[in-house]
């Protein structure tokens, strides 16, 4: 069974560092890692989708690096800001016969302080 | 841009009562999930319709959850009777046919039950 964790499970930091968020999973055969920001009490906004074939993604400051082998991913966030505060989720899409679910780890609690 | 809509946002019962969600797609996904999300913890699939079809509602406590997709676009899901342990976040989302294809989620609706 697919097991997905995220370190750490929150993180405080000042305006304008860089920071990385991590990702890890148990099984290495999977389709594609998403990762999310969740605002508190609202849904879930996708930020970035890493194909199994492919080692990274990047959005404006956000970067993104997968390690099948390794079960690993990473969401590496420049200059950080205080908007930037939320919780990130990340979730992998398993090789299955049927169906395409995601499984999804418990999430990093950002908060970035002004 | 097109999103995914659920009604209500925020949903008080009291236990053992019935209680329903709906979810609208976005137009032209053919494949549907609602997910549960618990306080703390990232979304676990209940269901995925592909088209009307259930393709997986293996962890649907089919005793007392119910859902349908009866035109294969929107979807209901019910709870009857709902329990203290009910309480939480149900996400709706979609997705094009492909299974690597990127999920999109809805706002969700709180649930709380009394």
């Known amino acids: 069974k697919q097991e997905v964790t995220q370190i750490p499970a929150a993180l405080s930091v000042p305006e304008g560092e860089n920071l990385v968020l991590n990702c890890s999973f148990t099984d290495s055969a999977i389709y594609n890692l998403q990762w999310f920001r969740q605002d508190p009490g609202k849904g879930l906004t996708s930020l970035l989708l890493i194909q199994s074939s492919q080692r990274e993604q990047t959005s404006g400051r956000l970067n993104a690096s997968l390690d099948k082998s390794s079960g690993r991913s990473t969401l590496y966030i420049a200059a950080s800001q205080p908007g930037d505060s939320a919780t990130y989720l990340c979730?992998?899409?398993?090789?299955?016969?049927?169906?395409?679910?995601?499984?999804f780890g418990a999430g990093t609690i950002l908060r970035v302080k002004s | 841009e097109a999103e995914v809509a659920q009604s209500p946002r925020y949903k008080i019962t009291e236990k053992s009562q019935a209680v329903a969600f709906w979810c609208d797609p976005i137009s032209g996904h053919a494949t549907l999930y609602w997910y549960r999300q618990i306080l703390g913890q990232g979304p676990e699939l209940l269901v995925q319709f592909q088209d009307e079809s259930v393709v997986d509602d293996s962890q649907l406590p089919k005793d007392r959850f119910s859902a349908e997709r009866l035109k294969g676009v929107d979807s209901t899901l019910k709870i009857q009777p709902a329990e203290l342990g009910d309480s939480a976040m149900y996400l709706c989302?979609?997705?094009?046919?492909?299974?690597?294809?990127?999920?999109?989620f809805g706002p969700g609706t709180r649930l709380t039950v009394t």
């Open positions: 979730a992998v899409r398993p090789l299955e016969e049927y169906g395409n679910k995601l499984v």
């Open positions: 989302a979609s997705s094009l046919r492909t299974r690597a294809g990127e999920q999109y």
